[in-house]
């Protein structure tokens, strides 16, 4: 018996691998075409180590006259963040965003282009949606895309909230930069390109996002065993009377995160589905507030 349940251990972790490194393949390849296809069509700084790089092999182009590969700045550029996320975020989350830095990098140099349209607009909305999505992929995968995302990942386990648009203020240090050298046009348009692909980062992925639930039911013992088993969190117990009928009430109060809502949810209308459970939007929680690890 203990044999069999290791093996269904073993295999369902060899599936959950074999499905983080086809994320990681596919968000590699999809960054890969967006550089090549919007970021290089309009010229556009995309912010990021991606960014930096694109910013280094222009500059040592126009100033220096020679050419620089991408994979090579971009890898020497995420050294120091990879050792960051090895030592406090986790093993197999940093060797999945290694296959992602390589794979994105090496797919950048050897890709053909095929620009899709020359509205420079059009390239910003897009292309930072195309991004975004990207981005989200390899965060579902439970690695990241490398550079400014191990930064934001590492700050987010510390604090327990997002850091997306703090790392995107930073970017717009950078976009000053290449406007001062470039074009600011050329930056200007690269941050609605960033802001973009941030918007859709902040939406998709929802790890560090919390929310309160409020749940009214007549198996808050039940309700709070399955809070407990499926998200690791605790649940207080409050006792009231429903004004409406004069009877006494049972409400339990529990933070969960934005992406265990939904499983716990359903769990509760299984157990009792006449529950009233109402859902807030949390904006901090200062105190123990359990966080799965990264592996």
């Not at 040592?60 to 020497?76: G, I, Q, R």
């Not at 981005?135 to 895309?145: D, E, H, K, Q, R």
């Not at 930069?177 to 980062?201: P, R």
């Not at 409400?251 to 934005?258: C, E, F, P, T």
Request: hydrophobic residues 45%; positive net charge.
């Amino acid at each position: 018996m203990v044999r069999r349940t290791g093996g269904v251990m073993e295999q369902n972790g060899w599936k959950r691998d074999v499905k983080r490194l086809v994320l990681v393949v596919a968000a590699s390849c999809v960054m890969a075409m967006n550089i090549k296809s919007f970021v290089r069509a309009g010229g556009l700084f995309p912010g990021g180590f991606t960014g930096l790089t694109l910013l280094i092999q222009q500059a040592a182009d126009k100033f220096f006259h020679f050419s620089v590969p991408y994979s090579a700045v971009n890898l020497l550029l995420n050294l120091a963040p990879i050792m960051i996320s090895f030592r406090f975020i986790g093993k197999k989350f940093t060797l999945y965003s290694c296959v992602a830095i390589v794979l994105t990098s090496i797919l950048t140099d050897i890709l053909p282009g095929y620009p899709i349209t020359s509205d420079i607009l059009l390239i910003c909305v897009f292309g930072g949606l195309i991004n975004g999505f990207a981005v989200s992929l390899c965060l579902f995968a439970g690695a990241t895309s490398g550079g400014t995302d191990f930064i934001a990942i590492f700050f987010s386990e510390r604090k327990g909230k997002e850091t997306w648009n703090y790392i995107l203020a930073g970017n717009v240090l950078m976009l000053a930069a290449a406007g001062f050298l470039f074009s600011w046009e050329q930056a200007l348009y690269s941050i609605i390109f960033q802001f973009a692909s941030t918007q859709i980062l902040n939406g998709l992925y929802s790890r560090y996002q919390k929310l309160t639930l409020l749940i009214i039911t007549e198996a808050p013992q039940r309700v709070y065993e399955q809070i407990k088993e499926v998200t690791h969190h605790d649940a207080t117990l409050f006792q009231g009377v429903g004004c409406y009928e004069g009877k006494e009430r049972k409400l339990l109060y529990s933070v969960v995160s934005r992406q265990e809502k939904r499983r716990i949810v359903s769990k509760i209308r299984e157990i009792d589905p006449k529950a009233f459970i109402n859902v807030v939007k949390t904006e901090q929680v200062t105190g123990r507030f359990y966080l799965r690890p990264n592996d």
